[in-house]
């Protein structure tokens, strides 16, 4: 059986697509129109097949849905196991999954299952005469590697964010094909004993277009309401330096760099942060990067587009206020 | 019981990178290397195991140069009781699933082993495949991105703490198991001096590609499916601007720029 079809792993989550599902299918989308080749989405859950619908708005061709109570919440194995028959029965040309918790989780797994090349954290894909040219920012964006593969599933993660949902096209036709799902496929060694939810953050870090993250320059955590309100502001998400998460200011969650999140937004403003490299391969591949530092010569300050040298505790709080003023159409 | 840590040796993050100029690939010789710090972290989550259960045996996994024996013993002084060092110059471009195939090949090897863990991923090529395709080539249940893990040694299982997008799951496997892990709560440890002098006297074992029972065309690059087309300088950033001033006159400054580039 030859391989074909550019073949998406679809993520959902309260009863929706998550919005990296979208990019996915923005990415598989020019891919398959190069090709000539249907774009096809595996959908994995319990009652899931309303949202095939809302696949084929933002451009797949086809729906493989695969339905049981067991792959209601996300699990290594049977989410494994079910996409791995699908794939065997229906061997790729090209497939792709978000660099998301699943991703990182099972893409490996996959690649080596079926034989493919796998490239994790792209940024961009292109075909070369029928080769996918997968881009990958390494040393935290400093250079750009491109990797290829002559083994098929051609597999890459896409970064979230890097490439932008298509336009919905409501009523859009796609055809859905039930994949059977057996007891043996959602067989689990391992057993998930409590989900404990974050409190509802308005955006996740790796979800935004832009992070107000702090350092150990904003004093203290009892300084925090400044980068919270930036945030909320600017209608960012907001992140923190090692250095506060380590003195216990602020949660791992929020951390970026080397040990902690790599976040790529549009704009990155750093507040109080020096600029230290395990910091920088964290969120260096920002578009815009705004650093505010009292030290002009911070390693920060040779990476920002825009070096403010200042006081945080007194240019952020002008800052909310004129960011506000703009926001409500004022004159500045 | 018998726990298997897989550590690599990276380059040190805070050195300079130089590059070929014409393969464009990592000048590595007289670059400083360390032990890769999501490894350091899963090193210290088992050692912190090894404080409660003595009678737990570490055994260091790496897959490298010669000088990969630094970090092998930085890893013995810091309690692990023996290490295994697969080296070949066959193994060099070696893919993530080379390396799984070669690492569980060794871990098949070392026998007996309940439990593998790793650091959730490396700072050099930062995949986070390669602990995942180690547990697919043992045909072993997974529990990845944990940011703690508890070993139960009488029942035989490991509950970990994974980070997902939104929420922390809390999840368990009995052994044998493969479990990644990223930073977390404690810092890793320094090496004593105790530790240092015994580390001399602990044993590391060398394997080549044929002690594995792998062949030259099976690792390396020869045996990997991912080749680099080419390397390249990121979109260059836009012109860099530095404000000085009065906070009304800087923000004044900043908000008129992120106007013009249109970002609000």
Redesign the interface.
Known sequence: MSHTGVWIVAET?DNDL?PTTLELLAAGRSLADTLGQPLVAILLGHEVTPLASKLFAYGADKVVVAEHAALQQ?R??PYLETIAAILQQNPAEILLLGH???G??????L???L???????CTQLSLDGGEL?KVH???G???????????RPQMATVRPKAFARLAEQPGRAGEVVNFPVTDAMVQ???????????AA?KI?L?DAE?IVSGGRGMGGPENWHLIENLANA?GAAHGASRAVV?AGWRP??E?VG???K?VSP??YVACGISGA??HL?GMR?S????AINTD?EAPI?KV????????VM??IP??IE??KK??AGAP? | MRVVVCVKHVPDTNEPKRYHPETKTLIRDGVQSIINPMDDYALEQVLQWKDAQPDLEVVVLTMGPEAAKDTIKKALAKGADRAVLVTDPALAGSDFQVVARVLAAAIQKIGDVDLVVAGVRSSDSDTYQTGPAIAEYLGWPQLTQGKSAQLNVGERYVQVEREVEGAVEIVRGTLPVLVTIGKIGTEPRLPSFKGIMAANKKEIQTLSVADLGLSPSEVGAAGSKTRLVRVFDPEARPASVTFTGAAGEVTNKLVGYLQSEKLI
């Open positions: 989550g998550k996300v290594s194995e998301t918790a699943l990182k989780d099972i893409a490996g797994r690649a080596v299952r034989g493919g090349g796998l490239t994790t954290d040219q920012p390494v040393f964006g400093s250079l750009m590697t491109c990797t290829a593969s002559s083994a689990s060694r391992t057993a998930v004993l409590d989900v404990v939810r974050e953050k996740a790796t832009i600017l380590d791992h969650s951390q080397q040990t902690g790599t549009k704009v490299i395990q391969v591949s578009k815009y990067i705004i002009p300050m920002a587009n825009v070096a403010i040298v200042g006081d007194q240019v002008q800052l004129e960011v703009v926001k500045v």
